[in-house]
């Protein structure tokens, strides 16, 4: 199957820093999200983007689907923003391909 | 907003018991799925259902099996429960698309031990 890989494994920041979360893939995709794993485990939806722009407050989010990569931008980062970050994948069929996440803090 | 309901978001059995974890979605969605996550191993795929009474073998099936008699409802069995089954189980379903599937929305989670 197709390989997902994501950096940096893990990330620490200051409060009200700026970061770039990356995920790089090996083949073409036609399904691409971003998800937010909370304290508690779920893991929540931030962006649905196979490709292009899109921005949601303080979180972007960037397909080049042509280069095999996205890009997760987080600005002025607070501390509700730690958690782990994953970037899923998808090539035509009914499966879901997983990096292995990028575990952000953010200290006060 | 699509919903995506796990049964029980904490449990602990014993060695040898018969585990169900239920999964409910409310969104009409063709396509389920049931993952574990472990530490250091990221979301693996055990089961995927693309309709209903379908089902396909994700990467670890072993040791489990699914049942999906209703398009809302996804099952995932843990025959003869075992203390390497102790994980995280998260559902999640997914629209049908005319390119494979749509946007994945995931439950809450499951946090299962196995004594």
């Known amino acids: 199957g197709i390989q997902v890989e994501q950096s940096p494994p893990d990330l620490i920041l200051q409060e009200g820093a700026n970061s770039t979360l990356r995920c790089n893939f090996s083949?073409?995709?036609?399904?691409l999200q971003w998800f937010h794993q909370n304290p508690w485990g779920q893991l929540i939806n931030l962006f649905y983007i196979p490709s292009g722009t899109k921005q949601n407050g303080r979180l972007s989010a960037t397909t080049v689907a042509t280069e095999r990569y996205s890009l997760l931008y987080i600005s002025s980062s607070q501390t509700t923003d730690s958690g782990v970050y994953f970037c899923a994948v998808g090539t035509g069929g009914n499966q879901f391909y997983f990096g292995t996440g990028t575990s952000l803090t953010v200290i006060p | 907003d699509v919903k995506v309901t796990q049964s029980s978001r904490y449990l602990v059995k014993r060695t040898g018991e018969k585990v169900f974890l239920e999964c409910v979605q409310d969104?009409?969605?063709?396509?389920m799925f049931w993952y574990r996550q472990d530490p250091g191993l990221g979301l693996r795929l055990i089961y995927f259902s693309y309709d209903v009474k379908m089902k396909e073998k994700g990467d670890i099936p072993e040791g489990y099996s699914v049942s999906r008699e209703k398009k809302e409802r996804f099952s995932l069995i843990l025959e003869s429960a075992s203390t390497n089954q102790t994980s995280m189980y998260l559902c999640a379903s997914s629209p049908a698309t005319g390119l494979g599937t749509g946007e994945l929305f995931f439950g809450e989670g499951s946090r299962l031990t196995v004594l």
């Open positions: 083949d073409s995709v036609n399904n």
């Open positions: 969104m009409d969605h063709e396509n």
